[in-house]
DNA sequence: CTCCAGGTACCTT
DNA sequence: AAGGTACATGGA
């Protein structure tokens, strides 16, 4: 399997903020128990019993050769791949997206990841439950924690799954009822929540670099040409152009 | 001090 | 559909 392990688990996708380094490895908390994740030699290691979890969340039945050629239609796209080879879109829990992109609403990397482990309890993001009950004024989210408070509360007794089985358009619909979800925190859950690929979140990167390489800007142009070139595989696209922006 | 960060909700053209 | 503004917080 094509991989840089750092890469993708440091990329601004979810596991940056749900996972820890410590000495060359990953791990995180996976149902009451600690799953580690490291690579040597190009090898990936992982905790025995994860086998599973880790191949979920890494997507390895995604071809990753396959689909970069697919989706390198032109110089700016060919070089943003060739620099950043093995970078894998991640699968996380739907829930734990939420709130990771919730916490990222016009906010920086660091501090999103300050956020989200402060809303985990014994290795895991607080359940809708009990982050409703949970007081979290002292949390210093600011205007973020009555969006959490809101969709956690609009999450209990809901079926998150049941998103996963619409189609995109539907399933976008159904994301932004919830307070705090606009178009580019569903867009976000859609692709390292659900796994729908063709999701093209567009964040303030994104915008400048779509204009920056492409010359298009407005959410509707840009959305209309990440399809036009990228089809069903525009979030792979958009994770490459992500890195890349954030590396000029 | 200002500017910015993986935006959203709400309002006005 | 497109363009404005307030919103909490903290680092540069």
């Not at 993708?8 to 128990?33: C, D, V």
């Not at 290795?123 to 949970?134: D, S």
Request: aromatic residues 10%; hydrophobic residues 40%; positive net charge.
């Amino acid at each position: 399997m094509l991989l840089d392990l750092g890469l993708t688990m440091e990329s601004g996708q979810p596991p940056h903020f749900l996972w820890n380094r410590e000495k060359g490895r990953y791990w995180r908390i996976a149902g009451g128990k600690r799953c580690e994740v490291w690579q040597e030699k190009g090898r990936l290691g992982f905790s025995e019993g994860f086998g599973g979890y880790v191949g979920t969340l890494l997507r390895k039945n995604d071809d990753l050769e396959k689909i970069c050629e697919r989706i390198d239609t032109d110089a700016e796209m060919h070089g943003a791949i060739a620099a950043h080879r093995g970078l894998r879109i991640t699968k996380s829990d739907p829930w734990e997206t939420i709130v990771c992109f919730i916490c990222s609403i016009n906010n920086n990397i660091p501090r999103i990841r300050r956020m989200v482990q402060s809303l985990m309890v014994e290795g895991e993001v607080m359940p809708p439950e009990v982050m409703f009950a949970a007081d979290l004024s002292q949390k210093r989210l600011g205007y973020r924690e009555k969006y959490l408070k809101a969709t956690s509360e609009m999450a209990m007794g809901y079926d998150l799954r049941k998103i996963g089985k619409m189609d995109y358009e539907r399933a976008k619909g159904a994301l932004v009822e919830f307070e705090g979800v606009g178009p580019k925190v569903a867009d976000c859950v859609l692709l390292f929540g659900y796994g729908f690929l063709e999701a093209f979140p567009v964040d303030v990167w994104i915008a400048r670099e779509m204009e920056r390489g492409y010359g298009v800007k407005g959410e509707r142009a840009i959305h209309g040409l990440a399809k036009e070139k990228w089809g069903k595989f525009a979030g792979y696209a958009q994770q490459y152009l992500y890195c890349s922006a954030r590396s000029r």
